[in-house]
Structures are given as structure tokens and as C-alpha cells.
């Protein structure tokens, strides 16, 4: 990994790409949260971070070998895109991405330039970026495509050495399957996480993480069908005993998203917060 505020140039490309991480390490950030920094001439910088004074010094330094078009957001949590504004102000870019939901720890702050959606392409003279629409993570969740190089910026959507939590009402288990899925027509040579390194084999992460998410469910199943009518506190402990302690609270979170999904397709119910399988 990169030291914190080093730019380090990141796969075999012709289009330069480099990686900024960023100094927010911490349980659900890894190493903290990565900012890529794509072109030479025309810049294009993909999520820029939590705000503050040294992370935008860090990246107005880095931009100052050309003119940054571009500031791109693949989501609105607060450790991804709170630094956009400041940065956009400074540099004249053009902010890219979905606006916030209103649900609780979005950055509200971010206002995109306008009403952007996938397939939207950006042209940056030597590269271009597609928008893919990847709403799972969250609703507003946004994948760039570096096509000239089929380099895939995934912001939370795939992660390296760990799966994203669901968060619902607003994330979705149906729709993050659904997102990864439709990646899996792409011919894409790597990923660029949101935090951890450049993965060189993007279908075999992209199908570890599908079927990572279907052995869960099905165990999630197994354990209603075994323990019957049970809450998801109950739940939790049974169908995450492979998940460390402190983790507990997160995983709730995405079993719940796996319960609203089996909700959705009538395979479970739920009787004033007590979940058991379908009869």
C-alpha cells in the first residue's frame, strides 16, 4: 500500500493512473480510503475523501501537473466525498456523481453539476470514463469505467480482501446482486477499490463476491429453518459466528438486507420484528 498523501502509479497503462490514500485509516476504512488521480494534461480525480485542510492540500498538489476537469464521486458517505466541494472550488472541476439520499450519514454537502446517470460518458481528451449505475452499497452508488484501459473504479461496491456492508432502507440485496451481475458482461482488466489494492482478476472477484453473498443467504435460510421464529439480535450470532465481535453491529446491518430481500420474494416473514421461513 501507498503511504498516505503519496501518489503511486497503479497498473500497466498508457492512460496514467495514480493512487492517493488517504490519512482516515480505521475499522471500516482499512487503510483509509483511496483517491485515484486518472490523465497528464486533463485531470480527472475519482472520490477525493473526508474534508479537511490536509487532504485537500495533499490533493491540489497532486493535480498540479495539469487542469483537473473532473471531480467524480461513486457515493456519498462521508468518507468518499465530503473533500469534493472544497476541491471542485479551488480547481474550477466539474462535479460528477448521484446526489445524496436523504438518509442518515450521507454527506448532504455534495451537489452535482448536473443530473448525471449511468452510461453518461466524460471526455477527457485522451480517456474516457462511462458511469455505471452499481446501486446496492447505497442507491446513488456509481462505478467509473476507464474504457481505453477496461480499469473499473468501484469505489465500495467490490472491495479487496472483504465484502461491503448493505445498508438499508436505502442499500439493497437485490440490487447489489443485480449490479454485479451486469458486470459480469463487461470485459474489464481491473479493479480499483474504494479501499484496499488494484485487483488484477476482476470476473473471479466479481464471482467470489456473487457466490460469497449466496452462501450467506443460504445460511441465513438454514438457520431460520433450524432455530424457527427468531429476532435478528438472535439471528445475527447463528448465521455470522464467522465474523469477530466488534463487527456484530455492521453485519446486522446486511443480514437485514438479506431479510428484506427474502421478504421481497416471499421466502420468509416477518411477525413484529420475529423472523422465521415461510410455511
Request: net charge negative; hydrophobic share 35%; with cysteine.
Amino acid at each position: 500500500m501507498p503511504e498516505p498523501g503519496l501518489p503511486l502509479r497503479i497498473g500497466y497503462t498508457a492512460v496514467p493512473v495514480h493512487q492517493i490514500l488517504g490519512n482516515n485509516p480505521g475499522p471500516m476504512t482499512g487503510p483509509g480510503t483511496n483517491s485515484y488521480l486518472l490523465g497528464e494534461e486533463q485531470l480527472v480525480l475519482i472520490d477525493p475523501g473526508p474534508a479537511s485542510d490536509e487532504q485537500l492540500s495533499t490533493l491540489m498538489r497532486c493535480c498540479e501537473r495539469g487542469q483537473l476537469r473532473y471531480v467524480c464521486v461513486t457515493h456519498t458517505h462521508r468518507d468518499h466525498s465530503p473533500g469534493a466541494k472544497a476541491l471542485a472550488e479551488a480547481t474550477g472541476a466539474e462535479l460528477v456523481g448521484l446526489a445524496a439520499p436523504e438518509v442518515a450519514g450521507q454527506d448532504q454537502s455534495f451537489q452535482p453539476a448536473r443530473m448525471w446517470e449511468g452510461g453518461d460518458i466524460l471526455d477527457c481528451g485522451d480517456f474516457h470514463l462511462e458511469l455505471i449505475a452499481t446501486p446496492g452499497h447505497v442507491s446513488n452508488h456509481i462505478c467509473y469505467l476507464l474504457l481505453e484501459e477496461k480499469l473499473l473504479f468501484t469505489g465500495d461496491h467490490i472491495l479487496q480482501g472483504t465484502t461491503p456492508v448493505i445498508l438499508p432502507p436505502d442499500g439493497d440485496m437485490s440490487d447489489y446482486l443485480k449490479s454485479l451481475r451486469s458486470l459480469q458482461d463487461r470485459d474489464l482488466r481491473y479493479l480499483a477499490p474504494g479501499h484496499g489494492r488494484l485487483m488484477d482478476r476482476p470476473q473471479e472477484e466479481i464471482r467470489q463476491l456473487i457466490d460469497h453473498r449466496l452462501k450467506r443467504e443460504a445460511k441465513i435460510r438454514g438457520c431460520l429453518e433450524s432455530l424457527g421464529a427468531v429476532t435478528i439480535d438472535e439471528l445475527v450470532l447463528a448465521a455470522y459466528d464467522d465474523v469477530a465481535e466488534h463487527l456484530i453491529p455492521w453485519a446486522k446491518k446486511t443480514l437485514t438486507a438479506h431479510l428484506i430481500k427474502l421478504l421481497k420474494e416471499d421466502i420468509v416473514c416477518d411477525r413484529g420484528g420475529t423472523w422465521s421461513v415461510k410455511t
